[in-house]
Structures are given as structure tokens and as C-alpha cells.
């Protein structure tokens, strides 16, 4: 059974640092590209970056570069999200997310974590 | 950036009655396009991927359409489990990005 199990998150004060885990299991986690994905409380979701299966590529959505690392260690199976410099607008759930592996780019997202709660506030 | 457009915002809709979502890109996407669905304190389910294909497990009632700008979700006659939020999303260019939502609720 694919799972996506997250941990991390959290309150952070404006400035802080956090950094988000996603553990893998159930299929072969160097295969997928992997998404992180967010949703502010009561409104849509945000694409926040993707890294390719070999970490070699990593895309990020403009208002989190420089500040968002995404990164991913496959022999562990686990995807991170290290996020720094945190600003009150980077609240929300932060889901990880799988890549359906039906091309070698992205296509669509076919399973997701439990998603984690970010609020930044002092 | 590719701006998604999706309309309605709301569609209320009966039971076994069909919906149809639309959603529109600032520019061609060709037909890298998909399509999830959210419920409420859930994580988004994949539907539809490369503008028309369903993901595995979906049901048959959800049917995607559409190339370039214009595409379409159809749910054929809905039941008491699809009353949720949609969204479509492209993957064409970086940044990847989503439209804002159809609220699909009870009529």
C-alpha cells in the first residue's frame, strides 16, 4: 500500500526556520518525481515545488525561492522541505505529494500525505 | 506564470443531475491538464491527468475534455460523495499552477 506520512510543522515565529519530512513507503520512492503542495486556511491550493527522482532537478513556485529547499534523500525514501525565513503568509497545510509516474515529467499528483499545519506567527 | 481560470465558483447541483466545470489557461497548455477533487479536511484526489484520462480507481462518471485553453470536467450524474470542491491544475509550464476552485454543492 503506497503511503506518504508526514511530519514536521508546527508555530514558528516570523523569521524561523522549519523543515517538513515526508516519509515513503509502498512503492519505489526513486521512480516519482515529488511534490510539495500548501493550502492557507479556507482558501485554495498553491503549488510549492517539485524535485525529480534523482533530486537533480528541483522547481519552486517564485514566492518561496531562495528561502525553500526541497530536497530528498531516496535511500531513506523520505522527501524534505526545509523553509526559512518564515513570513505570516506561509500559513497553512503543507502536503507531500507523488508524481503518478506515467511520463517522465510531472503529470498528476496520485497520492498525497496527511498534510501538516504551518502557522508562522509571534 | 499561466493564470487557470475556473468557472463557476459555485455550481449547485441535485443528486443524479450531471455537472460541468470549466476551466480556462492564460495560455496554451496543451493537454497537460489535470483535475482533483477535495472534500473537506482531506488531502486532494487526482481524477483526470493529461486532460482526459482518469486516474486509477476514479469512476467512469468523470470524464475530462478539452486542448490548448478550454477544458472541461463532467460528472455525469452526481452522487452524494462528489459534492466537493474541484480544482484543475497545469503542468505545462513552471510554475506549475492551480485554478481557484468550483465549489460543487446540493441543490
Known amino acids: 500500500e503506497v503511503q506518504l506520512v508526514q511530519s514536521g510543522g508546527g508555530l514558528v515565529q516570523p523569521g524561523g526556520s522549519l523543515r517538513l519530512s515526508c516519509a515513503a513507503s509502498?512503492?519505489?520512492?526513486?521512480?516519482?518525481?515529488m511534490s510539495w503542495v500548501r493550502q492557507a486556511p479556507g482558501k485554495g491550493l498553491e503549488w510549492v515545488a517539485n524535485?525529480?527522482?534523482?533530486?537533480?532537478?528541483?522547481y519552486y513556485v517564485d514566492s518561496v525561492k531562495g528561502r525553500f529547499t526541497v530536497s530528498r534523500d531516496n535511500a531513506r525514501n523520505s522527501l524534505y522541505l526545509q523553509m526559512n525565513s518564515l513570513r505570516a503568509e506561509d500559513t497553512a497545510i503543507y502536503y507531500c505529494a507523488r508524481d503518478i509516474g506515467v511520463t517522465r515529467g510531472v503529470t498528476g499528483d496520485d497520492y498525497w500525505g496527511q498534510g501538516t499545519l504551518v502557522t508562522v506567527s509571534s | 506564470e499561466i493564470v487557470m481560470t475556473q468557472s463557476p465558483a459555485t455550481l449547485s447541483v441535485s443528486p443524479g443531475e450531471r455537472a460541468t466545470l470549466s476551466c480556462r489557461a492564460s495560455?496554451?497548455?496543451?493537454?497537460?491538464l489535470a483535475w482533483y477533487q477535495q472534500k473537506p479536511g482531506q488531502a486532494p484526489r487526482l481524477l483526470i491527468y493529461a486532460a482526459s484520462t482518469r486516474a486509477p480507481g476514479v469512476p467512469a462518471r468523470f470524464s475530462g475534455s478539452g486542448s490548448g485553453t478550454d477544458f472541461t470536467l463532467t460528472v455525469s450524474s452526481l452522487q452524494s460523495e462528489d459534492f466537493a470542491v474541484y480544482y484543475c491544475?497545469?503542468?505545462?509550464?513552471?510554475?506549475?499552477?492551480f485554478g481557484q476552485g468550483t465549489k460543487v454543492e446540493i441543490k
Open positions: 524535485i525529480k527522482k534523482d533530486g537533480s532537478e528541483k
Open positions: 491544475q497545469q503542468y505545462n509550464n513552471w510554475p506549475r499552477t
Open positions: 509502498g512503492f519505489t520512492f526513486s521512480s516519482h518525481w
Open positions: 495560455q496554451s497548455v496543451g493537454i497537460n
